[in-house]
């Protein structure tokens, strides 16, 4: 469960795991300190880093060497009732062609890409116990 704590300290908010702790802020011009990331920026992270750790554990399943695996996503914010998610993944080793474009394939189903595209339903926490 993810808990979020926050202050009379501008915007910034505090967010724990259970086994973590992080931070959240706004951006200065919306009233936060601008230190930390923004909530999107964090929605942007967990689709990045699924995909980057969806594609190097295909990799490690196939044994397939490679040097890194980088991700990188940009959100068009412009409307925010129907987003638009532009990313890109390299991976970069030597390997075959065929087996880079099906890993690059694989990971569009990774577990965040998923969560991000099925329907949706927002209920209180109490109804989790119901």
């Known amino acids: 469960m993810i808990t979020v704590r926050g202050g ?11 086994t973590c702790t992080y ?18 920026e964090y929605l942007m ?3 990045a880093a699924c995909m980057n750790m969806t594609a190097r554990g295909l990799l490690n399943e196939r044994n397939v ?6 991700t990188r996503v940009e959100l068009d914010r412009s409307d925010l009732d129907r987003l638009t998610f532009f990313y890109k993944t390299e991976i970069i ?7 880079r474009q099906q890993v690059l394939r694989e990971i569009e189903n990774c577990d965040v890409c ?4 099925a ?11 119901k």
Do not use: W
């Not at 931070?23 to 200065?28: E, F």
């Open 114 to 117: 998923r969560m991000l595209r």
């Open 8 to 18: 009379a300290d501008k915007r910034m908010a505090t967010i724990t795991t259970g």
């Open 65 to 70: 060497s490679y040097e890194e695996v980088v």
């Open 93 to 99: 080793g030597d390997m075959p062609e065929e087996v």
């Open 119 to 129: 329907e949706k339903t927002f209920l209180p926490l109490e109804a989790l116990n």
């Open 23 to 40: 931070y959240a802020d706004a951006t200065v011009e919306s009233g936060g300190s601008g230190l930390y990331p923004r909530p999107g």
């Open 45 to 47: 992270s967990a689709f």
